[in-house]
């Protein structure tokens, strides 16, 4: 199978000015840049696994352009994913796998996205890896907040540096992050809807900040500097389900301002929307060992679909395509730290 693999060693013109639209021409095609530092450890920085969500690539441009003169504080590896969806500013193409869920750790179907991420994997395994950061927007009211895939101190240091609000997952399978924490700490920044205000400069500062930290600290993170919570489920809506906002026709009406509840604790009985026939037949709820839990968290009573259980949900979207592509939210619950 030919690699989508391209890979370079320095900078290609017109790359800092880039827009993400352009790069599908530009680069053309999924690429891992190295780049050489003072430092010969190795920052491994990936973005536009969706290419929807440019927060992460607009960071990176800002941050070369600061070192464009001096030089990298620390050797950097840049990996830039899906460009032919970023051509089209959509999450993925139709037909092609989530360039976030096909990382080594998931079940392998054998897809040159697969061969991809294998590739990039055996491209930086002994490149003496600091840290790695994977950087995200998303579609719903959501905080900037840090994922984790291994509750361990350097983990912790690593996220905070972002933000105190720290989540904890390990389904699903195949992200970045997963297959990275085997390598060196492994870190997934959430930084709101795209465009939204200061969500580059707050990555920026952080790349910056993972570029000059010679090590991290031995001690164990103060319990007051973080809020972790732990991903307990996640919440899709069956293929089959026709579905929409507010009013109107369909087996499953959400709440027009659903997003609202994104970090919120819901107590018990908190409306989510309205379901048909006084079922949950519409959801679909797994738990991390992929057992159906619907009933845990939610329950239909008089038409409406409630909580069945106090719980915090998080991504939870008004945007129709994300939620097809992916779900509609993941529930978390407070962890002990």
Known sequence: MTS??????????????????????????????????????????????????DTG???????????????????????????????????????????????P????????????MRDVMAEIKDRNLFASVDIHNNTGLNPHYACINRLEQPFYHLATLFSRIVVYFIRPQGVQSSALAALCPAVTLECGKAGSSGSVEHALDFLDACLHLSQFPEHALPQHDMD??????I?????????????GPGALRLDAAIDHMNFRELETGTRFGLVAND??????????????????????????????????PAMLTRDEQVIRQDCLCYIMERLAY
């Open 235 to 247: 919440v899709k809506i069956k293929e089959s389900v026709q579905f929409g906002f507010g009013p």
């Open 4 to 53: 989508l693999l391209r890979v370079l060693h320095e900078i290609p013109a017109g790359l800092l000015t880039a827009k993400i639209d352009e790069l599908q021409d530009l680069l053309g095609g999924p690429t891992l840049i190295h780049l050489q530092g003072r430092r010969d450890d190795t920052l491994f920085v990936s973005t536009l696994l969706h290419g929807n969500e």
């Open 279 to 312: 079922s949950l037949d519409c959801l679909s709820v797994r738990d991390e060992l992929e057992q159906d839990v619907a009933s845990r968290y939610f329950r239909a009573h008089q038409g409406e679909l409630l909580t069945h259980r106090p719980m915090m």
């Open 228 to 233: 972790l919570f732990h991903t307990v489920a």
């Open 57 to 103: 690539f607009s960071a990176l441009q800002a941050l070369l352009q600061k070192y464009e003169t001096e030089g990298l504080p620390r050797n950097l590896t840049l990996f830039i994913g899906n460009v032919a969806a970023a051509k089209q500013h959509q999450r993925r193409l139709d037909g092609q796998p989530d360039y976030n869920r096909v990382w």
């Open 105 to 116: 750790g998931a079940p392998d179907d054998g897809t040159p996205e697969h061969q991809l």
